[in-house]
């Protein structure tokens, strides 16, 4: 029950269960079978082996069972399919180059260094955070595109850090489980096994930050009072035989400095926290804090343009616009910044045509095309506008609304043929058919037309094509075909 709660809070919340897992295999299993064995006690010494052994088989069928119904639960959300293809972030959009860069880069050497580049940022997060921000998108974090950039030696000494703590904590239970919490519960969100939304991403230390504090803390003990057994032998001390006096002053003397140095980092990393809970207190001081860390972040740069937008402050706003644009060109949610700045101008030309190019965008779509659907329905339709009503559907013919784009390119050659402008509507009409070849009324207009232009024989011609018409609209299509056949013949007969 806790672990489900824990993971509907936060999904990294499922490394618990691996920290649990290496815990049992490293600490009660391993110890369980490597024991010396007493000749005398062989029998008693196998029966605990076994039960040791079914413990742990028990528990890490429990831990399965609990991993199985996580990701059941997870793919019930993601889709009805119940496919673990289906969990696939790029099919569901949730990977985007704007937010992990680093997955989409083509060279696999580039793609390795730099996810491993991130390590350095996330430990680096853990043990100084000095710059933080709400956001590390594109292209906050340069990828590292060779072995030759400094960068890399910031990986290796992470590397070796890791090495040499695993060597030291190896035989020490509380060192190696803080490690392991450190370690595993990283792992998932690091980006080096899975592919995730984001390429760095500060809430994604919330566990692996428990396992710091757990390391600090077992250091520092281990350092100053030893493991907590009475003076037993620590990994980085053990006891002395001889050589009291001197010796004893000197390490009195190192716990004195361990411990002011602890106290120190800790009186800064408070003085931090509460300098970064200052940032937090307002959209404008999280987002001037941001971009001030990652000021080549085309999203950071987008939040200060949207923060200026609802000031009023359009200058500003066109500045942060078209910098996010420079940093990122694929970034197609600027196009819908743009749309809205143009519209605050009263430039309704532009304003229509980046709100059109927000179609494209799968982010912005449905917020564009209800405001193109706002703008023609208040400032054309009513004026009678033969080219709003057909530029709308071409609108519609964009995003698969064909239907409702014939319907319009009718509207559209309806009122050009009443105002003579048959060019105009012969060309709606022809998109119109396009849009949806089965109406039957499209075909009814299109004879119309021809009697428009003095074409009878082919108006009559249409008509009857009408009168053999099954699509849509049919029935009405043919009693106003019959009728224009009457017409036409009386006009024939006076002709």
Sequence with gaps: VLFFLGALCKETCVTVLGVIGFDDLFFVLIPALGAPRAPAKTGARLRAAAHSVAHFVMRGLVLVALLA?????????MSDSYNMSDMSLNESQLVRRTEN????????????LSKWHLQTRYFGLLLLPLHL???????CIPAVEALADARNGYTALLLMSLVVLFAVYWRHRPGLNALL???LTHIPGSGLVLTIGTLLAERLLYLPSVGFSLLLGVTVAALCVGDGNGGAETPLRTRRSVGRGRHARGHAGAQAVVLLLLMLYLT????RTWERTEDWRS???LFKAGVQVCPTSAKMQRQMAVLYQNRGEHDQALKHIRESKRIDPDYCEVDLDLAYHYFHLNDVGRCTKYFRKSLQCPFTADKAFV???EIFSKLYFPTQNVSAYEEFGDILTEIGLNSEAAIHYREAAVLAMKGDQLATSTRALRKAQRAAPTRCDLLWWRGQLFEKKRKYQAAAETYHEVLE???????????????????????????
């Design 69 to 77: 119904a996580y990701l059941f639960l997870r793919l019930s959300l």
């Design 133 to 139: 921000s709400c956001e590390w998108s594109y292209n």
């Design 181 to 183: 919490w450190l370690v």
């Design 371 to 373: 405001n193109l659907q």
């Design 101 to 112: 860069p680093y997955h989409f880069l083509d060279d696999y050497e580039t793609r390795v």
């Design 268 to 271: 800064w990393l408070a003085h």
């Design 283 to 285: 959209d404008e001081t």
């Design 469 to 495: 018409c099954s699509g849509e609209e049919s029935e009405n299509a043919q009693n106003v075909a019959r009728q224009s056949l009457v017409l036409l013949q009386n006009v024939l007969y006076e002709a």
